[in-house]
T-cell receptor, first 110, second 115 residues
Framework: GQSLEQPSEVTAVEGAIVQINCTYQTSGFYGLSWYQQHDGGAPTFLSY????GLEETGRFSSFLSRSDSYGYLLLQELQMKDSASYFC???????????FGGGTRLMVKP | DAGVIQSPRHEVTEMGQEVTLRCKPISGHDYLFWYRQTMMRGLELLIYFNNNVPIDDSGMPEDRFSAKMPNASFSTLKIQPSEPRDSAVYFC?????????????FGPGTRLTVL
């Protein structure tokens, strides 16, 4: 089976940098995805790491270490609109179904 | 493309009633997923289809839940009879290919309240 653990809540101030960690246990591993969900909205895709290392997309970066079964999402130059829940997710060993972590609620304060 | 479309957006019903949720995936996507989201259990996969065929329904909570995909552009999730513990937001998502390599696009969700 799959299990992904992430902190339930993180608070940071506008303009700062925040890191959201995710540790996982999976029977097979295809990679780690990150999704963002605003209150009342739908999850939307942010990034995907298939290989170790850092992937950068604008203010957001995602990191994966397969040997440590660990990844993180890094958000830089935080803006108020970044207040949302962030989910890490990993597919099953056939690559078909995603299991989501419990989500990290990020609150950005002025 | 309009994205994944779900209807209704909100549904309030009484315990014991039948509920049908509808989804139109993005045209050309071969995979369709139904998820349920609650505060207690988070985001759970209920069932997914590949080319209209149900592949894995191990997440369907019990026999009261059923899902169909009669064609590539339409799927339903039915709960009969509904119970208060079924209250949740139900999301439909679609993707071009495997979840491991292709982005899943979520619909806006249906917020179900069972009284």
């Amino acid at each position: 089976g799959q299990s992904l653990e992430q902190p339930s809540e993180v608070t940071a101030v506008e303009g700062a940098i925040v890191q959201i960690n995710c540790t996982y246990q999976t029977s097979g591993f295809y990679g780690l995805s990150w999704y963002q969900q605003h209150d009342g909205g739908a999850p939307t895709f942010l990034s995907y790491n298939a290989l170790d290392g850092l992937e950068e997309t604008g203010r957001f970066s995602s990191f994966l270490s397969r040997s440590d079964s660990y990844g993180y999402l890094l958000l830089q130059e935080l803006q108020m609109k970044d207040s949302a829940s962030y989910f890490c997710a990993a597919p099953d060993n056939a690559g078909n179904m995603l299991t989501f972590g419990g989500g990290t609620r990020l609150m950005v304060k002025p | 493309d309009a994205g994944v479309i779900q209807s209704p957006r909100h549904e309030v019903t009484e315990m014991g009633q039948e509920v049908t949720l509808r989804c139109k995936p993005i045209s050309g996507h071969d995979y369709l997923f139904w998820y349920r989201q609650t505060m207690m259990r988070g985001l759970e996969l209920l069932i997914y289809f590949n080319n209209n065929v149900p592949i894995d329904d191990s997440g369907m909570p019990e026999d009261r839940f059923s899902a169909k995909m009669p064609n590539a552009s339409f799927s339903t999730l039915k709960i009969q009879p509904s119970e208060p513990r079924d209250s949740a937001v139900y999301f439909c998502a679609s993707s071009l290919g495997l979840a491991g390599t292709d982005t899943q696009y979520f619909g806006p969700g249906t917020r179900l309240t069972v009284l």
